[in-house]
Structures are given as structure tokens and as C-alpha cells.
């Protein structure tokens, strides 16, 4: 599969969005797919069962610890055991999708730039670094 532009996307986006036009609209979808993507994730633990959720208090409280920045990745828990089965995946993959599909409405409706976003957010993330922890 060739790699998308996010310009074609939110034109394709434009193009295909005739219902839900409004911004009310849009921001509800937008919030809505955000929650079946958390959903589908949850779906994937207690039904499936694929993943698992193994979360406890994560070990860098230390000031000592706090430091040593490069050291965070191998001290801290993701939380999560196991990978998604193909199914899990794919129903991820898809709900991610419809969650892409309602941020580049939400871009086309108040003329934001998804590319312009990304590189925004990149470059934020290469100048902070280790240190954009938020
Ligand atoms: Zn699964």
C-alpha cells in the first residue's frame, strides 16, 4: 500500500462527508469514535483476551531515578501483556480509521491543515525531546 498524503486524505474526507456536516455534528462523531477505539481495546481484554492488563505503580518516583531521563524506557511499565490477535487488530485498525476519518472533518470544517498539525507536533517532539512527557 502506497503511504497517503493527509492533504488527499482530508479531501477524500471532504468529498465523502454529506451527512454529520455540522460542527456539532462532527465534534460528537469525533468524540464518539474516540470512545468505540478505547472500546474495541477494552473489547480486545475482557472478551478476547488476547491482551492483557497487568498495571501497577510505575518505578521512576525517585528523584535520583527523575535524572536519569534515558533510563525511563526500561524502568516504566506499558502495562500491557500479550499482542492483538489479528481480529483484535484489524477491528482496531478499522475504528482507528473512522477516528482519523472525523479529526480530518473536524480539520476540513475549521480549515486546519492535518499535514500542517503533524509536522507542527514532529517538530515539537524533536526540540523537546525526551523531555515532552505530557
Ligand atoms: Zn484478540
Known amino acids: 500500500m502506497s503511504l497517503l ?3 488527499t486524505f482530508q479531501s477524500q474526507v471532504s468529498e465523502l462527508l454529506l451527512r454529520h456536516r455540522s460542527l456539532l455534528d462532527v465534534l460528537s462523531k469525533y ?3 474516540n470512545s468505540t477505539v478505547n472500546r474495541s481495546v477494552i473489547k480486545a481484554i475482557t472478551e478476547c483476551g488476547c491482551i492483557e492488563v497487568d498495571a501497577k505503580k510505575q518505578p ?3 528523584s535520583e531515578q527523575d535524572a536519569a531521563v534515558d533510563s525511563v524506557p526500561e524502568l516504566t511499565h506499558t502495562h500491557v501483556n500479550g499482542l492483538l490477535c489479528e481480529t483484535c487488530r484489524d477491528f482496531i ?3 482507528l480509521g473512522k477516528n482519523l476519518f472525523y479529526m480530518s472533518a473536524l480539520c476540513n ?3 486546519v491543515d492535518l ?3 503533524l ?3 514532529s517538530r515539537t517532539c524533536s526540540t523537546l525531546g525526551k ?3 505530557s
Open 31 to 33: 468524540q464518539q469514535t
Open 109 to 111: 470544517l475549521l480549515s
Open 5 to 7: 498524503d493527509l492533504k
Open 60 to 62: 521512576y518516583a525517585s
Open 119 to 121: 509536522d507542527k507536533e
Open 93 to 95: 485498525n478499522a475504528e
Open 131 to 133: 523531555f515532552n512527557l
Open 115 to 117: 499535514n500542517e498539525v
